[in-house]
């Protein structure tokens, strides 16, 4: 069992930064992928980026693209997005999830974290 734990959301102002951490609680084969998704109330999670365990394989929605950066840090179990030039869009609970391959799906994913909230005002 893998539990992921989010921080580092909060409330910005449009055009801000914020940078989000993902701590895991092991590393297991469940975590050579890692991901970001949000989801607003009443929709489906929507899928932000991914990353593999070397990070050779980075991908990113297109509407995040040249905007957010995703990293990860094995050694501290800690995967990371860095969001810059955040529009009002932005706004949601962005959540990280854990699983064997990078998909841009949820449905592949082992574990997902608990959320953090990300509101950006204008």
């Known amino acids: 069992q893998v539990q992921l734990v989010e921080s580092g959301g909060g409330l910005v102002q449009a055009g801000g930064s914020l940078k989000l951490s993902c701590v895991a609680s092991?590393?297991?084969?469940?975590?050579?992928?890692m991901g970001w998704f949000r989801q607003d109330p009443d929709k489906e999670p929507e899928f932000v980026a991914h990353?593999?365990?070397?990070?050779?394989?980075?991908r990113y929605a297109d509407s995040v693209k040249g905007r957010f950066t995703n990293s990860r840090d094995n050694a501290k179990n800690t995967l990371y997005l860095k969001m810059n030039s955040l529009k009002l869009e932005d706004t949601a609970v962005y959540y990280c999830?854990?699983?064997?391959?990078?998909?841009?799906?949820?449905?592949?994913?082992?574990?997902w974290g608990q959320g953090t909230q990300v509101n950006v005002s204008s």
């Open positions: 990353i593999n365990w070397s990070g050779t394989n980075i």
């Open positions: 999830a854990a699983g064997r391959y990078v998909a841009t799906s949820a449905g592949p994913y082992d574990y």
């Open positions: 092991a590393r297991t084969s469940s975590t050579n992928a």
